[in-house]
């Protein structure tokens, strides 16, 4: 059974840093491309950054980067996003995935950690 458990987020004030953390297990980790997402309240959920098996990583929104790093550790079959200068705006519930190709659905989800960001 696929497990994806994320964990870190917390209440924290504008220009303070978090590191988020996905554990996976239940999968070959090292192969899959890892993915981090967000949905903020009432909006839908948005693509904030991706790494693959050799650590090339993308980001998708301009708003986060310069201030989000995505990073993972194959031994641990874990996957971060060191999130720094946090504002009110990136207040969301950000969830791990997991994708085994690329250009294909994101297999497997984490439940989420709640990310908020006060001013």
């Known amino acids: 059974q696929v497990q994806l458990v994320e964990s870190g987020g917390r209440l924290v004030q504008a220009g303070a840093s978090l590191r988020l953390s996905c554990a996976a297990s239940g999968l070959p980790f090292s192969i899959y491309t890892m993915g981090w997402f967000r949905q903020a309240p009432g909006k839908e959920r948005e693509f904030v950054a991706s790494?693959?098996?050799?650590?090339?990583?993308?980001y998708d929104l301009d708003s986060v980067k310069g201030r989000f790093t995505i990073s993972r550790d194959n031994a641990k079959n874990t996957v971060y996003l060191q999130m720094n200068s946090l504002k009110p705006e990136d207040t969301a519930v950000y969830y791990c995935a997991a994708q085994r190709f690329e250009g294909t659905q994101y297999k497997y989800w984490g439940q989420g950690t709640q990310v908020t960001v006060s001013s």
């Open positions: 790494i693959k098996w050799s650590g090339s990583s993308t």
